[in-house]
Every structure is written in structure tokens, then in C-alpha cells.
């Protein structure tokens, strides 16, 4: 099985382009609802509520996880995986399981064609200010030239259904008006938020900036990934089965995960990341 870990609704995008890319795995999607965002948290608290989520995830039988939380990636996935995953593997040769994350992906998509040089990151504050993409882009390509912005009023309006109205709008042209001063050429959507906004964020950045959906990519690298890793794909279950848990109202996330997810959801159990 595969597990699906966001601070909250945001991964569901990711969860979709699973589902269309690769539907005949079983998953387990949890959203922490109940602490998110996790944008403003502090890089402490953001490895303890990520490690508490790992080890939900692997206890329910999951053998491969995606931290699908772009915050979470930056802050915490390379410690859970140095700390956690090397010790249990090696107690048990048989047990194979691994924690992936969301950045690598992008970064390896940003700089696919030579001729894009001009790369801009929008994301949450605790993403951006990790400096973990400039780190990731820079080790590829030290001749990049990066611009970041925080976003951090687009999770709650997304979250809250704002993102339609006319001062959303205007709140993300103040955003992005000064990558698009910069001439960027590339624009990484670097939190799983943003795709829901993907029509308006083009209208203001322009035609000519690609512009990377993290769906899209996360899942085209995931099919890569389990290509040549036929000893965790082999573990992974196949019933075309989702599962779903939040820490937050079982009922809000069914209306909420579906417009996220783009079909209903009918089931989803509560539990309490904290025990």
C-alpha cells in the first residue's frame, strides 16, 4: 500500500494524478487537519507531527510513503529518512519500505531543458525560508538564477473556497508580481495548494513561463521510481482501494477533499496523530 501524507487537503492534487497515473495500487491518504497549516510552524514541530504521521502510516501496512507536504518535505523528510528508515531495514533484509518526497521531482523537472535559466518558487513561508529548492536547484545547475516569494494567504483561501473571488485574485497578483519583474521562465508551484489556483496563476504570470503542476510530475516520477524499484513495487497491494483519515471533522473533509480530489469521497475515519 501506498501512503499519501499532507498537512491537510493540499496532497489530495497529488493523490488525483496517483489515481489517473497509477490506479492499481491500494492507498492511504492522511491529512492533519486539525495543526494545519504547517506553513508557520517551526521546523521542530514540523519533524515531530511528520515523524507521527510516518509512523501511522507504516503501522497501517503501508510499505512506500509520499510526503506530499511540500513543508514537510523541506523540513523534515531528509532526518526521518537518515534516522528512521536505514535502522529498520537493516534489522529485517525482508522489510523493505521507503519515505519519498515532493522537491526532488520538481527540482529534476526545472532543469530539464538548458535553455530555461530563470527559475521562481512560490510556496509557504516555512518553505521558502528552508531554502531547500535554491540548495536543490543550485547542487544541479549552480548557474540558475532563483527568485522565491511566500504565499502564505493562498492555503486558507483555498482551504476556505476563496480562491474564486476578486480579491484572491489580487492578492496573488501582489505575489507574483515581482517574479514576473524578474523575467522568470520557469514557475514552481511549491505547495499542493496552488494547482487548485493553476487558471488564475497562469492569467497573471504570462504565456511565456511554464509553469511546473506538481501532480503531474510527482506522479510521472513515482512510475519512474517504482520502475527501478521492482523490490518495493512487488510489496504493494492491488485492489484499486482508498482509504482515508484526517485528525480534523471527518464531514468537512469529505466536502472539501472531494473538490481537491475532483471525485466524491464517501468514507472517511478520524484519528489522533498525538496518542
Do not use: W
Not at 493540499?10 to 492533519?32: A, N, R, V, W
Request: net charge positive; hydrophobic share 35%.
Amino acid at each position: 500500500m501506498i501512503g499519501v501524507f499532507d498537512s491537510g487537503f493540499g496532497g489530495l492534487t497529488i493523490l488525483k494524478s496517483f489515481l489517473e497515473h497509477l490506479p492499481q495500487y491500494d492507498y492511504l491518504y492522511l491529512g492533519d487537519n486539525a495543526r494545519t497549516p504547517y506553513g508557520n510552524r517551526s521546523p521542530e514541530l514540523i519533524y515531530q507531527f511528520t515523524r507521527e504521521a510516518v509512523d501511522f502510516l507504516f503501522g497501517q501496512g503501508c510499505q512506500l510513503i509520499l510526503i506530499a507536504c511540500f513543508t514537510a518535505s523541506a523540513e523534515a523528510l531528509q532526518q526521518i529518512q537518515q534516522e528512521y528508515l536505514p535502522e529498520k531495514n537493516q534489522r529485517d533484509k525482508k522489510l523493505q519500505r521507503r519515505i519519498l518526497g515532493v522537491i526532488r521531482p520538481l527540482v529534476e523537472e526545472a532543469i530539464r531543458f538548458n535553455n530555461f535559466k530563470k527559475i521562481g518558487v512560490i510556496g509557504t513561508c516555512g518553505t521558502i525560508n528552508s531554502q531547500t529548492f535554491i540548495r536543490e536547484l543550485k547542487k544541479i545547475n549552480p548557474n540558475l538564477e532563483i527568485h522565491q516569494k511566500e504565499c502564505p494567504l493562498l492555503v486558507p483561501l483555498i482551504e476556505e473556497g476563496y480562491y474564486l473571488r476578486r480579491e484572491a485574485k489580487m492578492i496573488l497578483r501582489n505575489y507574483l508580481r515581482q517574479l514576473k519583474l524578474k523575467k522568470i521562465d520557469t514557475l514552481i508551484l511549491g505547495c499542493t495548494h496552488y494547482p487548485i489556483m493553476l487558471k488564475q496563476i497562469r492569467q497573471v504570470i504570462g504565456k511565456s513561463c511554464r509553469i511546473l503542476n506538481p501532480g503531474e510530475i510527482v506522479a510521472k516520477s513515482l512510475v519512474e521510481y517504482l520502475t527501478r524499484h521492482p523490490e518495493i513495487e512487488s510489496q504493494l497491494s492491488r485492489n484499486s482501494q482508498v482509504r482515508f483519515f484526517t485528525t480534523d471533522n471527518p464531514e468537512k473533509f469529505k466536502i472539501f477533499g472531494s473538490k481537491f480530489l475532483g471525485q466524491k469521497i464517501d468514507k472517511v475515519e478520524k484519528m489522533n496523530l498525538s496518542n
